[in-house]
Nanobody
Framework: QVQLVESGGGLVEAGGSLKLACVVSGRTSGTSAMGWFRQTPGKEREFVASITWTGRITDYSAPVKGRFTISRDDAKNTVYLQMNSLKLEDTADYYC???????????????????WGQGTQVTVSS
């Protein structure tokens, strides 16, 4: 059974940084693309970033490109989201996700991901 567990959320001032982590269990490390999404109340869950199973290719949404970095440590079966220069509009619940199949490269759609973590809350204050 695949499980994803996020951590690292919290309260941070605008301009600050946070690093989220997502520990993957039930899946051999280095075999699955991973993604990060975020959601605020009343809005749809939106794509933030993704990384291929090789770690060689990353993708970012326009609002976070240049500020956020996705990475993976397969020795720890963990995916990270380093968030710098945080803005008020980055406030959201952040979710990591994995596709159902191994060795695939999902796009930015929520429907392309099958496994989801429980989310970690990020609040950016002024």
């Amino acid at each position: 059974q695949v499980q994803l567990v996020e951590s690292g959320g919290g309260l941070v001032e605008a301009g600050g940084s946070l690093k989220l982590a997502c520990v993957v269990s039930g899946r051999t490390s280095g075999t699955s693309a991973m993604g990060w999404f975020r959601q605020t109340p009343g809005k749809e869950r939106e794509f933030v970033a993704s990384i291929t199973w090789t770690g060689r290719i990353t993708d970012y949404s326009a609002p976070v490109k240049g500020r956020f970095t996705i990475s993976r440590d397969d020795a720890k079966n963990t995916v990270y989201l380093q968030m710098n220069s945080l803005k008020l509009e980055d406030t959201a619940d952040y979710y990591c996700a994995a596709p159902q199949d191994l060795y695939v490269s999902p796009g930015r759609g929520r429907e392309e991901y099958y496994y989801w973590g429980q989310g970690t809350q990020v609040t950016v204050s002024s």
